[in-house]
């Protein structure tokens, strides 16, 4: 079975510009959620979705924003990127909320310029 | 509510044991713990709901003590395979929704 596949998995953008970040989960999991782990620290959490529904957001401004489709894959958007945006974004799927273990995704290296 | 791990690294020979620790300020509902090698996605190694239990998995087990918001994470008998850095990631009683807060991991070196 495929794993948690996210595309792409290396970017580089220019302050200003917009990103989108995709994520496929594994067959049969509803639930995704998207983190940020700046090197040397643990993955912080920014986005839950189940059900196509957000189910928890983390503290991060109003230029990350995401959605969860009916196939439950899912996007991560960021507006207006800033240098400190630069970081490796991993995605997690999981079979439903709580209680249960998360496959997290290889990620995808953000690099702002 | 960012968890706290000790120690931050670590430097074992094969066949050593290791003990890394996870504290909380907050209510627990649950700890996850992970291990993230250069380079890889963190792989999932167990999750522990409140209660006080403890699991284990080959020669990885862990505990986690409800009552002290803090769950240890036990290597016995370490292997170079063990080598990374160990996360726990935490959800909190009461939170209304999945959130894990990760702490800034412990790095866990294995040598011949």
């Known amino acids: 079975d495929a794993g948690v596949t996210q595309s792409p998995t290396h970017l580089i953008k220019t302050r200003g510009q917009h990103v989108t970040l995709r994520c496929s989960p594994i067959?049969?999991?509803?639930?995704v959620s998207w983190y940020q782990q700046v090197l040397g620290q643990g993955p912080q959490f920014i986005f839950q979705?189940?059900?196509?529904?957000?189910?928890g957001r983390g503290n991060f401004p109003d230029r990350f924003s995401a959605r969860q489709f009916p196939n439950y894959s899912s996007e991560l958007n960021v507006n207006a990127l800033l240098l400190g945006d630069s970081a490796l974004y991993l995605c997690?799927?999981?079979?439903?909320?709580?209680?249960?273990?998360?496959?997290f995704g290889q990620g995808t290296r953000l690099t702002v310029v | 509510q960012q968890p706290v791990q000790s120690p931050q690294a670590v430097i074992l020979r094969e066949g050593e044991d290791a003990v890394i620790n996870c504290s909380s300020s907050?209510?627990?509902?649950?700890v996850h713990w992970y291990r993230q090698k250069h380079g890889e996605a963190p792989v999932f190694l167990m999750i522990?709901?409140?209660?006080?239990e403890q699991k284990g998995h080959d020669k990885i087990s862990a505990s986690f003590n409800e009552k002290k918001q803090q769950s240890s994470l036990y290597l016995t008998a370490s292997q170079l395979s063990y080598s990374g850095t160990y996360f726990c990631g935490t959800e909190l009683s009461g939170a209304g929704s999945y959130q894990l807060t990760f702490g800034k991991g412990t790095k866990l070196s294995v040598i011949p």
């Open positions: 907050k209510a627990l509902y649950s």
């Open positions: 522990l709901l409140k209660g006080g």
């Open positions: 979705y189940y059900e196509k529904e957000e189910r």
């Open positions: 997690a799927s999981s079979l439903q909320v709580g209680d249960t273990e998360a496959f």
């Open positions: 067959s049969g999991h509803k639930s």
